[in-house]
């Protein structure tokens, strides 16, 4: 995120500002940020994979979606692919020094909503119950 002030020179095109319209970097926060991005990513901070069992371990995704998924983060340089020489061929992923660095963000982030659930539950229940009206 952009800490700095805007200047007026003529490199503030170059400075990255996701909170502006045409930032190339949202689409890429977009990317991670995504449902399978952050699980994927996460998922890859645990060591190399290949696809099939990072598919089992990212329960629910669907394989079309995971291989966008991993394209993308592949071309935002978050993700390495690797084709191994064997018969047959095997492909592993494993995270780029960039995507090691977000992911351990946003595992943290991940362990903050896992640890407090109870306190969500309890303001979703809270909120239901303020919204559902009595008879």
Known sequence: MN???????DDQAL?????????????????VASRWGVLAL???REGPYR????????DGVSERMLSQTLQTLERD?????EVLEAIPPRVEYTLTELGAQVAERLESLIVVLETNM??????QASYHRAATPTT
């Open 3 to 9: 800490t700095r002030p805007p200047s007026t020179d």
């Open 15 to 31: 400075e990255a500002d996701v909170f502006a319209r045409n930032c190339t970097s949202r689409p890429v926060l977009q990317n």
């Open 42 to 44: 996460v998922a890859l």
């Open 51 to 58: 696809f099939s069992a990072l598919r089992r371990r990212v």
């Open 77 to 81: 340089g978050m993700v390495h692919r």
């Open 118 to 123: 109870d306190t969500v539950r309890a303001a």
